[in-house]
């Protein structure tokens, strides 16, 4: 009978830790290229997300290149926001009177755009950074327009800056286009305005009346949208 107690031969007990030495020594490997691989994964992931930044980056800006080139002064930008991406009032004027184009601006030349917001009211700012994006932004021009007139409108617009939003005006118009009415339920100052009038009372100094028929003090930009003086140079109807 094989005592147990019988101490292993030194034959068997090297047998031993070289079988350890081989499977520590493969766990080492395993771990090492679970590692690397990891580490290749990680590597390629960021260059290929770099690749499509760099060309998201190269595209638009070519895009966008094309579309500053087609633009003329005097021309009509309008925006057309996810919902998700509204202020509270074109969110009114979204939901409620169905209005796909929430804001008109106009442009000036030189990138360079002038509209309303609701602090600065009346001002000139930079042109939209995606205004290559068909699905927001949509651009109309008055064909009847010479160099002349456009120079007009852009300087009757320019006499607006500064002027005041008239807030009050632009919420109370919601229920009053619903109900049919020829102005807005509240407007405290006159002389205020917002971005659709701005660019309507613009053409009408230049001779161009740009929606007849419609009520020019409850004018949105979905009336500009549908102007039979206007055409489209980008944007799907």
């Known amino acids: 009978m094989r005592n147990p107690f019988r101490r292993k031969s030194w034959f068997a007990r090297l047998r031993q830790r070289f079988a350890a030495a081989v499977a520590a020594a493969w766990n080492w490997i395993v771990s090492l290229a679970v590692a690397v691989w990891e580490w290749i994964v990680a590597v390629a992931s960021a260059i290929w997300a770099w690749i499509i930044r760099a060309y998201l980056y190269v595209s638009g800006g070519l895009k966008r290149r094309a579309t500053v080139a087609r633009l003329r002064a005097g021309d009509i930008i309008l925006a057309s926001p996810r919902t998700l991406r509204l202020s509270p009032v074109a969110l009114l004027y979204r939901l409620i009177l169905r209005a796909r184009y929430v804001h008109s601006m ?19 700012g930079n042109l939209p950074r995606k ?30 800056e500064d002027t005041k939003l008239d807030r009050a005006g632009l919420v109370s118009n919601v229920p009053a286009r619903l109900l049919g009415l020829k102005k807005p339920l509240l407007r ?50």
């Open 106 to 124: 106009l442009y000036l030349g030189d990138r360079k755009i002038i509209h309303t917001t609701m602090r600065a009211g009346v001002t000139v």
């Open 188 to 237: 405290f100052e006159r002389d205020r305005l917002w971005c659709s009038k701005l660019i309507y009372h613009a053409y009408s100094a230049a001779g161009i009346d740009l929606v007849p028929g419609e009520n020019i003090e409850t004018i949105t930009s979905e009336d500009l949208s549908r102007s039979p003086r206007l055409e489209r140079v980008q944007g799907t109807a």
């Open 131 to 160: 205004i290559y994006r068909k699905d927001r932004y949509t651009i109309l021009r008055a064909p009847q327009l010479g160099p002349a007139q456009r120079d007009r409108v852009v300087a009757e617009a320019m006499k607006f």
